[in-house]
RNA sequence: GGAGCCGUAGUUAAGUUGGUUAUAACGCCGGCCUGUCACGCCGGAGGCCGCGGGUUCGAGUCCCGUCGGCUCCGCCA
């Protein structure tokens, strides 16, 4: 390089620095997504759009990876001077690329080239071709970042979470919004072509102190009066049947002021949908079209036509828990009777008093350490259980801190029942049924995946990768023993079942409700029932619910009198959005598909809310705050 | 309400028994570089060790409290 072009060049970066103002987007618009370029759009001129992924500055060659949500093409910055009558002279578009930075936003007029032998990059989709830009405008200019915009960035959850607006360009994210609208689109379509027709409910509406915790919002034309935020539109919906739209659905915001975990935020989203003159089996078989529909358009995958189905009494006794994991086998198996008599306190008399006593046998598990007894014994002590007996079956016979409480016989007989070998660990819950079966069906899931029962990484481009169960036939009430009173275990709508009817009067912790759950690798995603429609029997379940005239009549008023208007029999069902996609993606968290989600403590890291507001608005509201502001 | 893990440059981490000037990688800034694609090479800047208190001659390190993030129990009809 002469010194006069050194110059010249020293020149043109100065120029380039000192210029503050950006390129005008003016007449020219992109011709493809930079992700979509392909050989065959080699030889013709495009104009791409879209951020720096990277910039390799060779000093001469200068390339830059071009991102948008499709994908990256390779631009290709030659020194040489470019077409007459180009923005910038061929020097000038070679110099400006020299103050590229990650996350300027370009727009670039180039040839797409074949590229040359040899530099090809076969792990980009785009890697045969590249673009060899005459033409660059800076369209905004970024700061240095907080983290690398990258799969897989090293940036903790926080800080890409303050930073969304950046966390959100990663392809992963990208890919996974873009996988929501497509469910998203299969679910309306689907519901849509089935005669659903997509109303909205009221987001202002009325506070029912029953289930959970309501989000209130102030009325400025009502002094001390709220709205709640819905919990789920279903008291709506059904007013829809009783209107007579006979098949609602809405995919809708439902707001929980509930603590947070995993797979649970203060605002999610179902999809929600409606039937009249229906029975449970109706539903069901609808909504196993809708999410067959919803998997084949949105991830390729043809499930089977039905899913299998477990009354709520097979799933609590065979896997301990309602939302089963029926993916391996290791089920529960009740021992209650062959250790009544035996020498072990803590089994006989649990057995005596009304609990049970269950074993799972994992195979080949005696080979596992005794930290690792520990760790699922501590386990069970999270979901109450006093403690986790276990025992190796060794070749010489059992290996337990318990075996010599048993008899030979004994111990043949629980082997038996256990379906135990050589090799094996069986592990004992011995508790009242609710905690016996709760712990053990959790020590399960962790020994499934310590075993690779459940794999690590579910293949979702098959079938196999998703296990559906429906659970039916859920009890309608259970006994709150703090408070003394039944509670509904799906909500106060739901029907008894038709041959229940006359035990409501007369036992109802006996009675079981139409409600279905439906259950996908181990998780619920999804739940509904058909509804009560006859007042009488309205009347009456909130009588054991102990919820008197005037509390239901203030409360569900309008549904009470809604009903008695001519109800058409009815039911449906709401899908949990968010948990379906996590499960679809294989993400433990559904903040990996929710755009904006909130932090354990709801708190939004990027737009800061909840905030403080200023006491004007509070005046407004006839509102005064009496918690402490800060000490 | 409770339990556990975590908090050190922009980011991710290391930091010994409590002991000189707190390391590294990536990123950032400057220079060189015409076939890279996690480009390479040379140089540089960058720290309220989350915050507050305590113990100590001395604290990133030990103790107490607090704030924040994550996981879980309770809670979520």
């Known amino acids: 390089m002469t010194n006069w072009r050194r110059f010249r060049l020293a020149g043109w970066l100065w120029f380039c620095k000192w210029r503050v103002s950006l390129d005008n987007l003016g007449d020219w618009r992109k011709s493809t997504w930079c992700g979509s370029v392909g050989e065959s759009d080699i030889g013709s001129e495009l104009t791409l759009m879209g951020w720096v992924q990277r910039r390799r500055d060779h000093g001469g060659l200068i390339f830059i990876d071009l991102r948008d949500r499709q994908g990256l093409v390779q631009l290709v910055f030659n020194p040489e001077p470019a077409s007459e009558g180009s923005v910038n002279d061929g020097k000038g578009v070679h110099a400006l690329a020299h103050t590229l930075r990650s996350e300027f ?28 830009v005459s033409e660059l405008k800076i369209l905004s200019s970024a700061n240095a970042l907080p983290f690398q915009i990258d799969d897989d960035t090293d940036a903790g959850e926080d ?18 919004l873009m996988l929501r609208h497509k469910v998203s689109m299969a679910a309306r379509n689907y519901l849509s072509d089935n005669g659903f027709l997509d109303i909205e409910t009221p987001m202002l509406t009325k506070s029912t102190p029953e289930g959970a915790r309501d989000f209130l919002v102030p009325s400025r034309m009502n002094a001390g009066h709220f709205y709640a935020l819905p919990q789920s539109p279903q008291l709506f919906k059904q007013i829809l049947m009783i209107s007579g739209f006979d098949r609602y659905f809405q995919i809708t915001r439902c707001f ?25 089996e109706d539903v069901m078989g609808c909504m196993e079209g ?12 043809e499930l089977d036509a039905s899913f299998a189905r477990l009354t709520y009494d097979e799933a609590v006794g065979r896997f301990g828990l309602d939302a089963p994991d029926v993916r391996f086998g290791m089920e529960l198996k009740d021992i209650t009777e062959l250790v009544k008599g035996c020498g072990l306190k803590v089994f006989s008399s649990v057995a005596a008093s009304g609990g049970i006593v269950k074993v799972i046998t994992a195979e080949g598990a005696a080979s596992f350490s005794r930290k690792e007894l520990d760790g699922l014994t501590e386990l069970a002590k999270t979901y109450g259980a006093k403690g986790l007996a276990w025992v190796k079956l060794n070749a010489d016979g059992w290996q337990s801190p318990i075996a010599k409480f048993f008899s030979d016989e004994e111990k043949k007989a629980i082997e038996e029942a256990a379906g135990a070998q050589v090799g094996d660990l069986m592990l004992f819950g011995a508790d009242k049924a609710t905690v016996a079966n709760t712990a053990l069906g959790r020590v399960r899931l962790a020994i499934g995946k310590r075993l690779g029962l459940i794999p690590e990484a579910i293949d979702s481009s098959t ?46 912790a006996k009675v079981y409700s139409k409600a279905y759950d439906l259950v996908l690798n181990g998780q619920e995603i999804g739940g509904g029932s058909i509804r009560i429609h006859d007042p009488k029997v309205q009347a009456k379940v909130f009588e054991l619910l102990n919820i008197g005239k005037d509390e239901a009549s203030s409360k569900f008023g309008f549904l009470l009198d809604a009903l008695s208007y001519g109800t058409p029999p009815h039911g449906g069902i709401a899908f949990g959005l968010d948990r379906i996609l996590s499960i679809m993606i294989g993400s433990d968290s559904i903040r990996d598909v929710i755009a904006f989600p909130k932090t354990q403590k709801a708190y939004c890291m990027m ?8 006491s004007k608005q509070l005046e407004d509201l006839f509102l005064r705050v009496t918690k402490p502001v800060q000490t």
């Open 256 to 280: 929980r002021d509930e603590d947070l975990r995993a797979d649970r935020q203060p605002e999610f989203t179902q999809i929600d949908a409606e039937m009249s003159f229906v029975g449970t």
């Open 607 to 614: 737009s800061e809310a909840p905030s403080e507001i200023d």
């Open 463 to 508: 079938k196999e990768g998703f296990s559906f169960v429906w659970v039916t036939d859920f009890p309608m009430f259970d006994y709150d023993e703090h408070e003394k009173r039944y509670n509904a275990v799906h909500h106060p709508f739901t029907s008894p079942r038709d041959e229940d009817m006359e035990l409501l009067k007369t036992d109802p």
């Open 159 to 176: 800080v890409r979470l303050k930073h969304r607006f950046l966390d959100l360009r990663r392809p992963v994210l990208q890919q996974s």
């Open 105 to 132: 936003v370009l727009a670039v007029k180039g040839i797409v080239s074949k590229r040359p032998e040899e530099t090809e990059n076969p792990s980009l989709k785009t890697g045969m071709i590249e673009v060899k």
């Open 290 to 301: 809708l999410i067959g529909h919803v998997f084949k358009e949105a991830l390729g995958v």
